[in-house]
């Protein structure tokens, strides 16, 4: 459930995985990234200019998530995705509930929202994503604490958390920004340890 702008910045920056088990180890292989070439100068103008642009966010993504989900009770955060779009600061949230998808704007500066949310339901989506929305409801770690463990083995800040499906068993991904370059990191859903592992390993 990606928003494609997110993916195609992954893609683009030759970004690290780092798979997520039980304990946090870094892939023996890399992702391999789009080449260069397949982007044209403005893209790749934008693409670096949205990872400027969101060094200025006050709003991270896990109050992000925060906001979304007080927005309705019993509503669940599935996707949050950085625009930067026009120097603009906001993050696009999905938020899961009673069937129905919703997704709204939240500035990165204020944690007000944009707009009324668009709703879409789950019957309406494709069959990919309904499978990672069953998938999501078992999950046993929330969206927020898994950009918790993410930005922890990360050493940076989360700009980007989705749902994904690799191999027929559901993940999040999560894009975190450190140094001005990016990585991705998958997280298992069903491992509790990793949250543990992650505040054990924290920085004060």
Same mark, same amino acid.
């Given at each position: 459930m990606f928003i494609e702008r997110i993916a195609a910045l992954l893609m683009f920056s030759g970004l690290s995985v780092l798979p997520m088990?039980?304990?946090?180890h870094e892939s023996d292989g890399a992702a391999k990234p789009t080449p260069a070439q397949d982007f044209s100068e403005s893209e790749r103008t934008a693409i670096f200019q949205e990872i400027k642009v969101f060094a200025n966010a006050q709003i991270s993504v896990r109050d992000a998530i925060k906001i979304a989900e007080g927005r309705a009770s019993g509503a669940?955060?599935?996707?949050? #995705?950085?625009?930067?779009?026009g120097g603009?600061?906001?993050?696009n949230v999905k938020t899961y509930l009673k069937e129905e998808i919703s997704a709204v704007t939240i500035d990165a500066s204020t944690g007000k929202t944009i707009g009324d949310a %668009?709703?879409?339901?789950?019957?309406? %989506?494709?069959? *990919?994503?309904?499978? +990672?929305? @069953?998938? =999501?409801?078992?999950?046993?770690? &929330?969206? #927020?604490?898994?950009?918790?463990? @993410?930005?922890?083995?990360?050493? !940076? *800040?989360?700009?980007?958390? !989705?749902? &994904? +499906? +690799?191999?027929?068993?559901?993940?999040?991904?999560?894009?975190?920004?450190t140094d001005g #370059?990016? *990585?991705?990191?998958?997280? &298992?859903?069903? +491992?509790?340890?990793?949250?543990?592992? @992650?505040? =054990?390993?924290? *920085?004060?």
């Open positions: 088990p039980a304990l946090a669940k955060v599935v996707d949050v #995705s950085f625009d930067g779009a603009r600061l906001a993050y %668009l709703v879409t339901p789950v019957s309406a %989506l494709d069959a *990919k994503d309904r499978i +990672e929305l @069953a998938g =999501f409801s078992t999950a046993v770690i &929330d969206l #927020s604490d898994v950009v918790l463990i @993410a930005e922890a083995y990360g050493s !940076g *800040k989360a700009v980007s958390v !989705g749902l &994904d +499906e +690799e191999n027929g068993k559901l993940i999040f991904l999560v894009v975190v920004v #370059s990016l *990585k991705q990191i998958s997280v &298992d859903p069903n +491992e509790q340890n990793q949250l543990r592992n @992650a505040s =054990f390993g924290k *920085k004060h």
